[in-house]
């Protein structure tokens, strides 16, 4: 095969693919539907939160159940939104919360 058909097909493939990629219109997200129940809390190992980039213009929640079993939520369902404020508040009261320093005296007899 000649070059010039080689540079060619080349060139074509990568048209190809430009114009697959460019058809998306940034949407490359991970949940493509979400779920319209909601677990209970005590079966969710894992809740992650994606904000929204430039591949994908949504917010996105994946949620890992104790069996691993990965699902997306809703993130406009009242039940998503508690489990959110939830989380949040556990963060925040994790973090800011001040560290004791105390210290024991230990004395040994012998």
């Given at each position: 095969?000649?070059?010039?058909?080689?540079?060619?097909?080349?060139?074509?493939?990568v048209v190809c693919i430009s114009a697959t990629q460019m058809?998306?219109?940034?949407?490359?997200?991970?949940?493509?539907?979400?779920?319209?129940?909601?677990?209970?809390?005590?079966?969710?190992?894992?809740?992650?939160?994606?904000?929204?980039?430039?591949?994908?213009?949504?917010?996105?929640?994946?949620?890992?159940?104790?069996?691993?079993?990965?699902?997306?939520?809703?993130?406009?369902?009242?039940?998503?939104?508690?489990?959110?404020?939830?989380?949040?508040?556990?963060?925040?009261?994790?973090?800011?919360?001040?560290?004791?320093?105390?210290?024991?005296?230990?004395?040994?007899?012998?």
């Amino acid at each position: 095969m000649s070059c010039i058909i080689k540079v060619t097909l080349l060139l074509a493939v990568v048209v190809c693919i430009s114009a697959t990629q460019m058809d998306n219109d940034g949407e490359h997200c991970l949940c493509q539907r979400a779920s319209k129940g909601f677990p209970k809390p005590s079966e969710i190992k894992d809740v992650q939160i994606y904000p929204v980039t430039i591949f994908c213009d949504k917010v996105e929640i994946v949620v890992t159940m104790n069996n691993g079993l990965r699902f997306c939520l809703n993130p406009k369902l009242k039940a998503v939104k508690r489990l959110m404020n939830n989380i949040i508040k556990q963060k925040s009261s994790t973090t800011n919360r001040p560290t004791e320093v105390t210290s024991t005296q230990v004395t040994a007899t012998v």
